[in-house]
């Protein structure tokens, strides 16, 4: 609209001229209070017509001022529910950060383990393998086979290293593999990843009284993670005619989908806390 009145703002001023001039001699009445001339006898209807023409371009522009300045207001709403939902979100996520810190400073006040905090910056785009990357590296005291804990569990161990920065192999990977013990019964197993958010257990022996649910800690044995953490819980366990172990499997501890905060265990003399 506002570009239409510029383009014809020649043509509108001239027609409200033209009004302007004929009302005033339309209205311009003798001493006898007639309209003298010709003027008397067509004065009337060309003073209303002309009267009509002001009215229609008033109201046309005071519509179309109301509609831009109800224009700018939604707009400004519009901005402003923008930069709250902005806001909202941002609040969301630190109250949300502030929680996950909350529980690894809890974990890390039950345990005697040193501990090196880092974040997840990167992820294995490859079907075949599940590793991640860390903002910790060697500078920070972190070493090749450390493992990587969150409070839920084990989430696997380092095997590639630099100085600012580490990547992970995750407890569902067919290349991890780490001993284990049923805790209820103490069974000796062996976990193994599988690529899908499950791992195997092996080792089984058919005679053990296994049940989903069941706690299942690291053995201690190997050298690499240290006896107790927690690795996950059987999730199925079965016996199946003419095989010496059952099939069994995990599921794990820790929620190897959404890592964002761990915490990698140095071997002992390489910790350097910030």
């Given at each position: 609209?506002l570009?239409?009145l510029l383009?014809?703002r020649?043509?509108?001023a001239?027609?409200?001229?033209?009004?302007l001039?004929?009302?005033?001699?339309?209205s311009?009445?003798g001493v006898?209070g007639?309209v003298?001339?010709?003027l008397?006898?067509?004065?009337?209807?060309v003073?209303?017509?002309?009267?009509g023409?002001?009215?229609?371009i008033g109201?046309v522009v005071?519509?179309y001022?109301?509609?831009?300045?109800?224009?700018?207001e939604?707009?400004?709403?519009?901005r402003?529910?923008?930069?709250?939902r902005r806001?909202?979100?941002?609040?969301?996520e630190v109250?949300?950060?502030?929680e996950?810190?909350?529980k690894?400073?809890?974990?890390r006040?039950?345990?005697?383990l040193?501990?090196?905090?880092?974040?997840?910056?990167?992820?294995s785009?490859?079907a075949?393998f599940r590793t991640?990357v860390?903002?910790?590296?060697?500078?920070d005291?972190?070493?090749?086979d450390?493992?990587?804990?969150?409070?839920?569990?084990?989430?696997?161990r380092v095997?590639e290293?630099?100085?600012d920065?580490?990547?992970v192999l995750?407890?569902?990977?067919?290349?991890?593999?780490?001993d284990?013990?049923?805790?209820?019964?103490?069974a000796q197993?062996?976990?193994?990843?599988r690529?899908?958010d499950r791992?195997?257990?092996?080792?089984?022996?058919?005679?053990?009284?296994?049940r989903?649910?069941?706690?299942?800690?690291?053995?201690g044995?190997?050298?690499?993670?240290?006896?107790?953490?927690?690795?996950g819980?059987v999730?199925?366990?079965?016996?199946?005619?003419?095989e010496v172990?059952?099939?069994?499997?995990?599921a794990?501890g820790?929620d190897?989908?959404?890592?964002?905060e761990?915490f990698?265990v140095p071997a002992?003399?390489?910790?350097?806390p910030?």
């Amino acid at each position: 609209m506002l570009s239409f009145l510029l383009r014809h703002r020649a043509a509108i001023a001239g027609i409200g001229f033209a009004g302007l001039a004929l009302g005033f001699l339309v209205s311009h009445r003798g001493v006898d209070g007639g309209v003298p001339g010709p003027l008397g006898l067509v004065g009337t209807p060309v003073q209303a017509v002309a009267r009509g023409m002001a009215d229609s371009i008033g109201s046309v522009v005071d519509r179309y001022v109301f509609l831009l300045e109800a224009g700018e207001e939604a707009a400004r709403l519009r901005r402003e529910v923008a930069d709250l939902r902005r806001e909202l979100l941002a609040v969301e996520e630190v109250v949300q950060e502030n929680e996950r810190l909350r529980k690894l400073a809890g974990f890390r006040e039950t345990t005697d383990l040193p501990l090196v905090p880092a974040r997840v910056v990167g992820r294995s785009a490859s079907a075949w393998f599940r590793t991640v990357v860390l903002d910790k590296g060697s500078d920070d005291g972190v070493g090749p086979d450390a493992p990587v804990l969150t409070p839920g569990g084990v989430v696997g161990r380092v095997y590639e290293v630099s100085p600012d920065a580490s990547r992970v192999l995750l407890l569902t990977d067919p290349n991890f593999a780490v001993d284990a013990i049923v805790q209820r019964t103490r069974a000796q197993v062996v976990i193994e990843g599988r690529l899908d958010d499950r791992c195997r257990v092996l080792y089984l022996a058919r005679g053990e009284d296994v049940r989903p649910g069941d706690r299942v800690v690291t053995s201690g044995m190997g050298g690499v993670f240290p006896k107790g953490l927690l690795v996950g819980a059987v999730a199925r366990a079965e016996a199946v005619p003419g095989e010496v172990f059952q099939r069994a499997e995990l599921a794990p501890g820790a929620d190897l989908s959404r890592l964002e905060e761990v915490f990698v265990v140095p071997a002992p003399g390489e910790e350097n806390p910030p």
